[in-house]
């Protein structure tokens, strides 16, 4: 669904990726992986046209992300980004609200209320849905701004970092509410991800990058591997099997 042909991006004199060509399945959870710096962010920014590619291509269900109409790419697909900065001085329910502006164009209808209220409760957010976001939590903060996401019902949902300021059990919670997106309601969905653990044991498909390169993409089983990780991050990792579970040890 999203095919990427030798991407790159340029700031200034410095190049933050390169040579990037690679394919996002369809209906399928896919993880990017890799360091600090590595240039998931961009990518994510450049198949979402939030920011200009320097060279390349980004085809998204087969059109071109340079050349679709804003509103027919804001009905395709959603993104969190990694550091959100709305006004806080905002409801969640109004910020849930924001997210059917591609089909309400600013006024809600009674179907658009209906999304607001589901995605509020497919992140219980219920209780929360009056207060404003400067008054909740970093993770009731993070639930709201997914939500919002959510809510804006596309095919196909890109989430820099989501697992930010969750709880081990939001957390799983999270990657269980977002694993059935894609199986019961065939959604694409692509997360940056730190925790390898949640990539190897949610994930369908995981892509690591690393110096803004493409390092290895694959199913987990052959991307969680001692020698790759340990490649990709620089530190010795050992991967074990737990209950038919890859799950990598990586410190200590
Ligand atoms: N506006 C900018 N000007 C110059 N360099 C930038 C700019 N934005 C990002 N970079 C650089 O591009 C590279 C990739 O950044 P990016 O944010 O994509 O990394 P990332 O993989 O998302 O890292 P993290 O895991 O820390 O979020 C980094 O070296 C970063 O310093
Ligand atoms: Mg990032």
New binding site residues.
């Given amino acids: 669904m999203i095919e990427t042909r030798d991407l790159l991006?340029r700031?200034?004199g410095?190049t933050?990726?390169e040579q990037l060509s690679l394919t996002v399945p369809e209906k399928a959870l896919t993880a990017?992986i890799?360091?600090?710096?590595?240039?998931?962010?961009?990518?994510?920014?450049l198949v979402s046209r939030l920011m200009p590619m320097s060279a390349g291509q980004v085809l998204v269900g087969g059109c071109d992300v340079a050349t679709t109409p804003s509103d027919a790419l804001a009905r395709r697909m959603a993104i969190l980004r990694?550091d959100n900065q709305s006004a806080l001085r905002l409801t969640v329910r109004d910020l849930v609200g924001f997210g059917r502006f591609p089909h309400s164009k600013g006024r809600l209808h009674a179907e658009d209320l209906r999304h607001v209220d589901e995605a509020l409760a497919y992140l219980q957010l219920e209780g929360l849905a009056e207060r404003f976001l400067d008054e909740l939590s970093g993770g009731q903060r993070q639930r709201a701004y997914i939500a919002m996401v959510l809510c804006q019902g596309t095919p196909c949902i890109l989430l820099?970092?989501p697992l930010n300021n969750l709880d081990m059990a939001h957390a799983v919670n999270m990657m269980g509410l977002l694993r059935r997106a894609v199986t019961e309601r065939g959604k694409t969905v692509v997360m940056?991800l730190?925790d390898i653990n949640f990539a190897s044991c949610y994930a369908d498909h995981i892509i690591a990058?690393k110096n803004?390169r493409l390092a290895i993409a694959g199913t987990p089983a052959e991307v969680v591997q001692d020698e790759v990780l340990s490649g990709l991050y620089g530190i010795p990792v050992s991967v074990h099997e737990v209950q038919g579970r890859r799950l990598c040890h990586y410190f200590g």
Avoid: F, M, W, Y
């Fill in positions: 991006k700031h200034g410095t933050v990726l990017i890799g360091p600090n710096g590595a240039g998931k962010s961009t990518l994510l920014s990694q820099d970092e940056v730190h990058l803004g």
